[in-house]
C-alpha cells in the first residue's frame, strides 16, 4: 500500500462546476496535510494546508480532513479553466514530507 | 522575499557522467529537501538537510548524495548518470520539517542521453 493515495483521474469538470479531489494516507501518526498544484512544466505551489479535523476554506478552496478515516480532501467551488493542473497531497511525517501521484483536474470552459 | 532558487535550470548530460544542482532555500529556512519527479514515479523524496546535517534519506542508491553548507545552501550529487536518472529535480526549503510547509524552487530539468 502507497503511503499516499490519490485518484490519479483524469477529472474533468465544466467551468463552475465543484472539483471534489481525494487523499487518502497510511500513516496514522501523520498531523500536518497539505495540498500543492502543479502546472504542466513547473513546480509545486502550495494552495492548503490544515491540521485538524474539520474543513479549512480559503477563497474558493476548502480542505477537509478525517484523521479517524486518515483521509483527506480538498473542493475547489466555481471552478475555472486557469484551475486545470495537477494536485499533490502531501502529509508530514516525522522527518519528511511524502506525496501522492497527484490528480490531474481539467476545468472545461 | 526571494523564493527557493535552483541552478541550473536545464542540462544535458551524458551516460556516465555526474551532476551537481545547487538549490538556495527562502532566507531564514535552514531545512532543505530534495525530490526528484518523473512521468511514472511521480514526487519521490531523497533526502532531507538541516544545519548541516542529513536527517533523512529517501530509497535512493548511493549514486545521489547531497549536503548543506553553513549557509543553508545545498547541493546534490549524481555520479555514474543512468538514463533513467532523467527527471525534474525540485529543491524545497521549510524553517523545519516537523509539519511546517515546504517551499519548492522551479527545479532543475536533467536530461541523459
Known amino acids: 500500500q502507497k503511503e499516499v493515495e490519490q485518484n490519479s483521474g483524469p477529472l474533468s469538470v465544466p467551468e463552475g462546476a465543484i472539483a471534489s479531489l481525494n487523499c487518502t494516507y497510511s500513516d496514522r501518526v501523520s498531523q500536518s496535510f497539505f495540498w500543492y498544484r502543479q502546472y504542466s512544466g513547473k513546480s509545486p505551489e502550495l494552495i492548503m494546508s490544515i491540521y485538524s479535523n474539520g474543513d479549512k476554506e480559503d477563497g474558493r478552496f476548502t480542505a477537509q480532513l478525517n484523521k479517524a478515516s486518515q483521509y483527506v480532501s480538498l473542493l475547489i467551488r466555481d471552478s475555472q479553466p486557469s484551475d486545470s493542473a495537477t494536485y499533490l497531497c502531501?502529509?508530514?511525517?516525522?522527518?519528511?514530507?511524502?506525496f501522492g501521484a497527484g490528480t490531474r483536474l481539467t476545468v472545461k470552459p | 522575499k526571494a523564493g527557493v532558487t535552483q541552478t541550473p535550470r536545464y542540462l544535458i548530460k551524458t551516460r556516465g557522467q555526474q551532476v551537481t544542482l545547487s538549490c538556495s532555500p527562502i532566507?531564514?529556512?535552514?531545512?532543505v529537501s530534495w525530490y526528484q519527479q518523473t512521468p511514472g514515479q511521480g514526487l519521490q523524496f531523497l533526502f532531507e538537510y538541516f544545519s548541516e546535517t542529513q536527517r533523512n534519506k529517501g530509497n535512493f542508491p548511493g549514486r545521489f548524495s547531497g549536503r548543506q553548507f553553513s549557509n543553508s545552501r545545498s547541493e546534490m550529487n549524481v555520479s555514474t548518470l543512468e538514463l533513467g536518472d532523467s527527471a525534474l529535480y525540485l529543491c524545497?526549503?521549510?524553517?523545519?520539517?516537523?509539519?511546517?510547509?515546504?517551499?519548492f524552487g522551479e527545479g532543475s530539468w536533467l536530461t541523459v542521453v
Open positions: 502531501a502529509v508530514s511525517g516525522a522527518l519528511d514530507m511524502r
Open positions: 524545497a526549503s521549510s524553517t523545519d520539517t516537523s509539519g511546517n510547509t515546504i517551499y
Open positions: 532566507s531564514g529556512h535552514r531545512s
